[in-house]
């Protein structure tokens, strides 16, 4: 996809929603619009979405699956995650029932799945990540979880609007 990037369509907005789902970032990210390239589309989603509330990390928490476990549905959005999640590298069954049962703590614990990004990561780093963040508070794991949805949006839209896309 070259040149300018209109987001006042119904299937950008959808393209967007797949990229972080929060209608208020949504909303704002594609009245900004149209964006001349990429990566001005991608600084205008972090720009939106610095201020994030707890209700809008629970908004968006709701559209991602466990870490681990598969998306339900075959949207966008369930499909960039398997494929984030693909990416962690083969299955290592130690590895990954210490995920789940750290995904079970996390859950009791804040309320909430755990939300990481996952692209770049393995599957013993995303372990290592869960372990540390078990031991925040509940608002620096929030403000944790809101710095994990940027870098996701980021990266998904660079995927969903970049030149391959």
């Not at 476990?69 to 398997?82: C, F, I, N, P, V």
Request: charged content about 30%; hydrophobic content about 40%; proline content about 2%.
């Amino acid at each position: 996809m070259s040149g300018v990037i209109d987001t006042s369509t119904p299937a950008a907005r959808d393209r967007l929603a797949a990229a972080l789902g929060i209608a208020r970032w949504v909303d704002e990210v594609a009245a900004g619009g149209p964006y001349p390239t990429v990566e001005d589309l991608v600084a205008a989603g972090d720009r939106a979405a610095q201020d994030l509330t707890d209700g809008e990390l629970d908004e968006a928490v709701a559209h991602h699956p466990r870490i681990g476990e598969r998306a339900e549905g075959d949207g966008s959005s369930a499909l960039l995650s398997a494929g984030e999640q693909a990416a962690l590298g083969r299955n290592d069954e130690g590895v990954d029932a210490a995920i789940a049962r750290g995904n079970d703590v996390y859950e009791q614990r804040f309320g909430r799945v755990f939300l990481i990004r996952a692209a770049g990561r393995s599957r013993q780093e995303v372990l290592d990540e869960l372990q540390r963040r078990l031991k925040d508070d509940d608002e620096t794991e929030a403000a944790e979880a809101k710095e994990q949805l940027r870098q996701i949006a980021a990266l998904r839209l660079r995927t969903l609007f970049g030149e391959d896309a």
